[in-house]
C-alpha cells in the first residue's frame, strides 16, 4: 500500500481576474522510503500540490476543490486545523526553499526546535533541548550545543537550511516534503543539503518528494520523477528511463534545451520555442500543444489524458509519445 | 532568428488594479461619494451658485431653526446654514492648497535628500526636518501668522512650512529603497544625469505614497485651521468652521447650540468621509495586495 | 599577461573594491568588506569573459565597478589603453556609450512607468543620437534584433514575462552600440526552458556585433556556451583563469574542481564522487591570510596559510592558463 496516495486532486485559486486550476485532476502514489521528484518550471503547480499535502494552501484565495489525499490510509482533505496540526510535523514534514523566511527571526534556533519536540512529543524543555542538539549534529551543524542558542541571521544559508531540515526531521515524519530546498543555496552548499538529506532519509527510513526544477538534482536523488505543466501531471516515469528515453515532448524538450556542460560546444542550444501558457486562457486541447513540434488537431482539441506508457509503474498524458526504446528490459 | 510570440500577458498595473479594488470597496466608494457632494458644494460657493449671502443679515438674533433658515441665525442675524456651506469652500480650499504644495514640496526634497543619502545634502535636509518636527506646531504656526501678519496666506504658508516633512520622511525613505534597484543602476550606465533620474525615474513611482500622503495632510489641514480661526490666528476675511466655533463659544453659554453644531457637524462629515476614503485609497494601492 | 594585450578592449589591473563598514557611535570604518581584492585581466574586441563564482565572491561588484557604478577603491579599468577611473564624471559619459550591462532580474531592471519605446529610447536621447525620427527608426531595428515585434512599443514592462523582458533590456543595453557589455546573470532568473533561447540570443549578438562580453553566473553549465575564456573567482580573487575547453577538460584549482563537481547532471548514469566541502564560505569582512581558499581546501599546506599564491601560467604563452595556487607554484 502507498504510503501516500493523491487522487484526481483539483486545486484553484481566485484571482482578480477570474478562477485559475493551479492544479488540475492530480494522481500520484509515494510509496515507504521512495524519493520522489516533482519536477516542472514556474506556474506548473508543484509547489501547490506539496503544500496541499499539508493543508498548507492559504484560503481564501486557494482551496482543494476535490479530490483526495490519503496518508498511510488516512484521509487529508477536508481535515480540521487542529487534526492538521498533529500530522505536521510528526507524520509528514517540509521544509521550504527561503529559509530566512521559515524561521522566525526574533526566536533562537533552540527555542523553535524544542518547541516542536515538546509539542509532538510530549519531551520537558530539558529533554527536548538535548534531544535538539542531537539533531543538529545529526545535521551536520559544526558545535550544535553553541548554535543552538543563536539567531537565524547569525547563521549562513546552508546553516539555517540545516537548521529547517533538523526542525522538520526531529519528530521523525514519515514523508518529507523539500520544496526547492537548494534554490536559495550555493552549488558547493547545495551539495551539502542533498548529501544530508540523503543520509537521513536512509536512517530514518522516509520518503522524500523532492519539488524542483532543476532536473539535475532529479537525476542524482530521486528514484521516480513526475514532471508538470500547466497543472497537469505529463509524465511520471522512474528515473533512468525517464532521462534515457523521455516518452512527453516537454520532458524531452526540457532536458534538451537545459544548460549543462557539454563536451562540444554546440552552435546554437536547443530550444523548446514559445512560453508558458497563461493559466487564465488556457488551450482547449493539450496545454503543451501549441509549443509542440508534433502537435496535430487531435492535440489540439482533446486533452490527452494520464495513462500507462506500458512499463510499469510509468504513465504518461500524451497523444503521440515518443515511442520507448527499449521494450521492457531497461538497465 | 529567435522570434518570440508577443501576446501580452496581463494588461494590469498598479493603478488599474487600484482603480478595481477601489470600486469593489463598498465603504471607500460611499466615502468617495461623499467627499464629491462636499466638492460640489464647495464649487457652488465659488461659482456663486449659493451661499453667496452669507454675510447678510436676514433675521434677528438667535432665531431657531426655521424653514427659511434651516439652522436659524446668529448674534447677528446671519443666517447660520449659509456660513456653515460657505465654510465649505475655505476648508477645500486650504486643504488642497496646503495638501499640493506640502505634499509637492515634500517629495522633491525628500527625493533630494534620499537619492544622496548619507552626504552633506541628506544631513542638512534632515537636520531641517528634525528641526521643523521639533517645535511645538501651534505655536510655530502663531509666530508665522503674527509675523506675516497682513498676508491672507499666513496660514497657508505655516502649515505648508511644517506639513512637508512627513512627506519628505515618507519619500526620503522609498527613494532610499527604489535607488538600489536595477533600472535605476540601468540609468546610470546609460548616463543620464542624476537630477534626471531622480525626477523621471524615481518620483513616478512614488506617487501612490504621495497621494495617500496629501488626502492625510488634507485632513490634516482642515482640522488645523479650526483650530488657528478659533485662536484668531487663521482665516481673516471671509467665514471658516474654525470662525464659527469661535463665534458660537459665547452663545453655549447662553444655550444657543445651532452655531456650534453647524460647524462641528460639517466638518466632523467632511473630515470622516476623507480619512475613510484614504484608508480605503491606501487599501487598494497597497503593493502586497496587488500581485 | 596576455601577449595581445596592446590591442585589449578592456584591461583590468589590480582592481579593488572595498566597502566601509561602520560602527561606533562616531559612525567611524571599523571594517572593510573586501568585495573585490586585486583582480586583473584583460579581453579583446569581439571576446567573451566567463566569470564564474558562488555568492559573495564579488563578481558583480566587478562588473559594476569596472562600469564604475561602484566607484573601484583602487586599481586600473583601461578601455582601449585609456584609465577610465580617472576621468572625471563628465568626460565618463562619453564612455558610457561603449561600455553598456545587463541585469539579473527582468523584473527590476526596467522602469515600471516608462514604455518599451521609452525605455529603449532613453540612451538614444541622453547621448543625442541621430534626429528624433531616426531614433524611431532605431528602436524598431533594435527589437527586431532581439526577435520582438514592433507592435511591443507602447507597452509596459509589466505586461511582458520574464524573458521578454530580459530581452527588452538587452535591446536597451545595444542601443549605444557598444562595444562591451557586462551581463549580470541574465538567464538566472529566467526558467529553464526559456534559459537557453536568452543564451542563443547573447550568443547571436556576439557573432553579429563583435560585442566583447563579460559575462557573469554561478552556473558553469550556462556560462560555457557563451565564453570564450573562464575565470573563476574566489572571495574577490580569481584563482583560475583558461580558455573554456581547457577549464573544463582540466581544472586545476582545487576550488574549481569543487565546484565542477558539485553542479549536478541531469544524467542518471554517471556516478561522480563528489568533492563536499567543508564549512562556510570566510566572511569578505576578514578574509583568511594567505590563500583565501585554504581553510576549506583538502589540499591545504603550510605555505597556503601564510602566503597568497602567486598567479602561474600552466598552460605556454598561446593558450595561457593561469592559477593561483601553492601546488602549482
Known sequence: MPLLSVRDLVIEFETENGVVRAVDTISFDVYEGDTIGLVGESGCGKTVTGLSILGLIPSPPGRIVSGSITIMGRELVGLNDSELREIRGR???????????ALNPVFTVGNQMTDVLMRHRGLTR??????????????GLPVPAKRIDEYPHQLSGGMRQRVMIAMALSCGPKLLIADEPTTALDVTTQAQVLEQISKLQAEFQMAVVLITHDLGIVAETCRRAIVMYCGHIVENAAIEPLFANPRHPYTKGLLDSIPRIRSEKLEELPIIPGRVPDLLHLPAGCRFADRCVQADTQCRE?????????????????HHPYAPIHTGQIS | MNSVSIKPV?????????????RRDRIGMASFVFVMLYMLVALGVTFEWWASDWSDVSGGKWEAASALH???TNLIGQDIFSRAIYSTKTAFEVGLVVAFIATGLGAVLGAISGFFSSSWIDEILLWVMGVLD???FYLFVGAIVFAMQDNPYAMHIAMISTFWTSAGRLVRGEVIKLRGLEYVEAAHAIGVPELTIIFRHILPNTTHILL?????????AIKSEVILSFLGLGVKDGMSWGLMIAESTQEVLAGFFNNFLAASLLMFGLVMAFNMFADALQDALDPRKVA | MNARDHTALLEVRDLKKYFPVYGGIFQRTVAQVRAVDGVSFSINKGRTLGLVGESGCGKSTLGRAILRLHEPTSGQVLVDGQDILGLRRNQLVENRRRLQIIFQDPFASLSPRRTVAQIIREPLDVHRIGTSANRECRIIELLADVGMGAEVRDRYPHEFSGGQRQRIGIARALALD???IVADEPVSALDVSVQSQVLNLIAELKRKRGIAFLFISHDLAVIQHVSDEIGVMYLGRIVEQAAVNDLYARPRHPYTQVLMSAIPVPDPTTKRSRIILEGDVPSPMHPPNGCPFHTRCVQAMAVCKTTVPPIVNVGDAANPHRVSCHLYN
Open chain 1, 91 to 101: 507524520d509528514i514534514s517540509m521544509i521550504f526553499q527561503e529559509p530566512m523566511t
Open chain 2, 70 to 72: 434651516w439652522f436659524g
Open chain 2, 212 to 220: 495617500v500622503q496629501a488626502t492625510i495632510t488634507f485632513v490634516a
Open chain 2, 134 to 136: 521639533s517645535i511645538p
Open chain 1, 302 to 318: 482533446q486533452s490527452p489524458l494520464l495513462t500507462s506508457s506500458g512499463t510499469s509503474g510509468d504513465l504518461i498524458a500524451c
Open chain 1, 126 to 139: 530539558r529533554q527536548a533541548r538535548n534531544a535538539a542538539i542531537e539533531m543538529l549534529a545529526k545535521v
Open chain 2, 10 to 22: 496581463r494588461r494590469e498595473s498598479l493603478w488599474s488594479k487600484a482603480a478595481y479594488k477601489f
Open chain 3, 178 to 180: 557598444p562595444d562591451f
